[in-house]
């Protein structure tokens, strides 16, 4: 059972994401167990008016959790079920799928662990064929299913709040805000660590499916889901290997057409495709082997955590950019050079601008609009005594040269002459053309922090380093050489809207 290809992926996976009601089974009394959390979790969003379905526990000693009445069986539940949740020993996993099975549950997450991934495959094989046999669809197991903030789903166990080292103080794990990045993961710890991060860096999620050993629905299904999802704008996805590699490739390109689609592959030497295949039953294989496909499909690839977050970060609030050739604009010249660096390193060019576009600086410089002494042929030096008018008018004159595709403020804080507005008058510059805008600032204090917030809350991505600044500008190009070379660069540009024009409904963005 490895295909959806029977049923609409978009009609299977609404009742994952968006079922009338959903049962926990496995839901637990006790607050250290798995099933206590799940449950849990849809209590507090039902009470939060996020999830507007029923939520009914499931356990054979009955009695009740967190208010609600306990069912012995799935089967004892009064009304239809969408969705269940199933967290219980892995043997008895069959027996409680053959009661969905004869319930009509649609949609059914496996939670559980203790298939495939320990060599337990007959046990798998009789989940399959039971599923196989109901038309049950499953995610998992061996993961921790999907979260959506929209909706309210969430299947996640780990609880959103522990304990310090003293059993004192409750330290805060929260989910992710709602937001325009979706994750799928094959990898539940890889999922939840990934969650925690965009949580603490402020970053939206629409989207989170960890679907583990994947026995029926994989990649390839959920990418055209979320492809068609308007709460996503780029689908970040954590592989450790593809086993319908055809499939997967052909929804990409169905998909990259209207967003992007950033890939990490794990398992790209042969000590992690070892790890691969004892930790999700994964066989790896080349890696380049993968690049090639991802190229073909029209995938951006990543390297780690944290340059997947920062290249999605990055499609999420600019337009893909028309070429390679960047602007580099800065008040520290030797950030200026690390940057150029970087752009080169990564096949990215730092032309010297013409002669026209010289002229066009120099005339600034005589006005007194930039500091004489300013360095002006890319990288743009506006040097330490600058200030945001000189950030604006320098920026307002590269974008709007064809010799730019792309530019990169580094806007260092520290000169007592350049002040927060310097975000918001490249945010109006940024919004005049379709070419894409990150900006850089260097420090872990306060006001650093403060700046690149501010950048982020109007919609021009920010990093901490220039290198990073750079890697997302090369995820911009990748995009748009992509979507020029099958011939869509100009029409999707036409249709690109700027997070600045959609109704932001308390969605996280930044």
């Known amino acids: 059972m490895n295909s959806v290809k029977d049923f609409e992926a978009k009609e299977v996976l609404k009742y994952f994401f968006e079922p009338r009601n959903v049962a926990i089974i496995g839901a637990s009394h006790h607050e250290s167990k798995p099933g206590y ?17 029923e939520v009914y526990p499931i356990n054979p000693k009955g009695g009740e959790i967190l208010g609600l009445k306990v069912y012995r069986s799935v089967l004892e539940i009064p009304s239809e079920v969408d969705h269940a949740v199933i967290i219980v020993p892995a043997a008895i996993v069959p027996k409680v799928l053959e009661e969905c099975g004869k319930k009509g549950v649609k949609a059914v997450t496996i939670i559980s662990s203790g298939f495939s991934e320990i060599g337990n495959i007959e046990l798998e094989e009789e989940v399959k064929r039971i599923a ?8 998992g197991p061996n993961g921790l299913g999907v979260f959506s903030p929209y909706t309210g789903v969430d299947t996640i166990f780990l609880p959103p709040f522990k304990k310090n080292g003293y059993g004192k103080e409750l330290l805060s794990t929260p989910r992710p805000q709602k937001g325009y990045i979706a994750l799928i993961s094959q990898s539940g710890a890889f999922g939840t660590s990934a969650l925690d991060y965009t949580a603490g860096i402020g970053i939206g999620i629409s989207k989170f499916v960890s679907y583990g050993n994947r026995i029926d629905i994989d990649e390839a299904p959920i990418i055209r889901y979320l492809g068609d999802d308007p709460s996503t704008r780029v689908i970040t996805i954590y592989v450790e290997g593809i086993h319908r590699g055809r499939e997967f490739m052909e929804a990409c390109k169905e998909v990259t057409l209207k967003k992007p689609i950033i890939v990490l592959k794990a398992g790209r030497t042969s000590a992690g495709t070892r790890a691969a295949a004892s930790h999700t039953a994964s066989l790896a294989g080349s890696i380049q082997i993968y690049n090639a496909a991802f190229k073909q499909s029209g995938c951006i690839a990543a390297d780690t955590l944290e340059a997947l977050f920062d290249m999605a970060k990055a499609l999420v609030f600019q337009p893909p950019a028309k070429g390679r050739n960047v602007a580099i604009l800065t008040d520290g010249g030797g950030f200026g050079v690390i940057a150029a660096d970087m752009c080169e390193y990564l096949g990215l060019n730092v032309p010297t601008f013409s002669g026209e576009l010289q002229q066009k600086f120099e005339e600034l410089k005589r006005k007194g609009d930039l500091p004489e002494f300013a360095a002006t042929k890319n990288p743009i030096d506006v040097t330490g005594i600058a200030t945001s008018e000189m950030y604006e008018i320098s920026a307002e004159l590269a974008l709007s040269s064809d010799e730019v595709d792309s530019l990169i403020v580094i806007a260092l804080h520290h000169p007592a002459t350049l002040h927060d507005d310097v975000a918001d008058r490249i945010a109006r510059v940024a919004e005049k053309y379709r070419k894409p805008v990150v900006a850089v600032d260097v420090g872990e204090t306060d006001y650093a922090r403060y700046l690149r917030r501010r950048f982020e809350e109007l919609h021009i991505p920010s990093y901490p380093s220039p290198e990073r600044a750079v890697k997302a500008i090369k995820a911009l190009t990748e995009y748009g050489e992509y979507l020029k070379k099958r011939g869509v660069l100009e029409e999707y540009l036409k249709k690109w809207k700027p997070l ?7 969605v996280s963005i930044s």
């Open 132 to 139: 196989k046999k109901y038309k049950i669809r499953i995610i």
């Open 37 to 53: 959390h799940v449950l849990e979790n849809f209590v507090v969003n039902k009470e939060k008016g996020v999830f507007k379905g």
């Open 500 to 506: 600045s024009s959609l109704k932001r409904n308390n």
